[in-house]
Nanobody, 123 residues
Framework: QVQPVESGGGSVQAGGSLRLSCAASGYTYYMMAWFRQAPGKEREGVAALRSGITVYADSVKGRFTISQDNAENTLYLQLNSLKPEDTAMYYC????????????????????WGQGTQVTVSN
């Protein structure tokens, strides 16, 4: 497996937008997701996809969109209407396959992680 590489984080004002990218060159994963972790908090699932199915955390529904470019093995997360509480390190996660059902927003379902990209939203 290839370790995913995130990019696209940055600092924006509340209400702004960012687009995160996750490159996994040369490898097609069974399922992929975005997680985030703020200082002092647990890592939480933000959005995930598998076989065309997408799921989102309630806190980001209607604001974030996960998508995938299969030709380039790249995962995206479009972040709109950003809020200060969205400030966190965002991680791309992936899994090559599984014989058993896995929860899409559970971090223990994934075995390949990127290094993270910081998103900071200010008032």
């Amino acid at each position: 497996q290839v370790q995913p590489v995130e990019s696209g984080g940055g600092s924006v004002q509340a209400g702004g937008s960012l687009r995160l990218s996750c490159a996994a060159s040369g490898y097609t994963y069974y399922m992929m997701a975005w997680f985030r972790q703020a200082p002092g908090k647990e890592r939480e699932g933000v959005a995930a996809l598998r076989s065309g199915i997408t799921v989102y955390a309630d806190s980001v529904k209607g604001r974030f969109t996960i998508s995938q470019d299969n030709a380039e093995n790249t995962l995206y997360l479009q972040l709109n209407s950003l809020k200060p509480e969205d400030t966190a390190m965002y991680y791309c996660a992936a899994r090559g396959g599984s014989r058993y059902p896995l929860s899409l927003l559970d971090p223990t379902s994934y075995n390949s992680w990127g290094q993270g990209t910081q998103v900071t939203v200010s008032n």
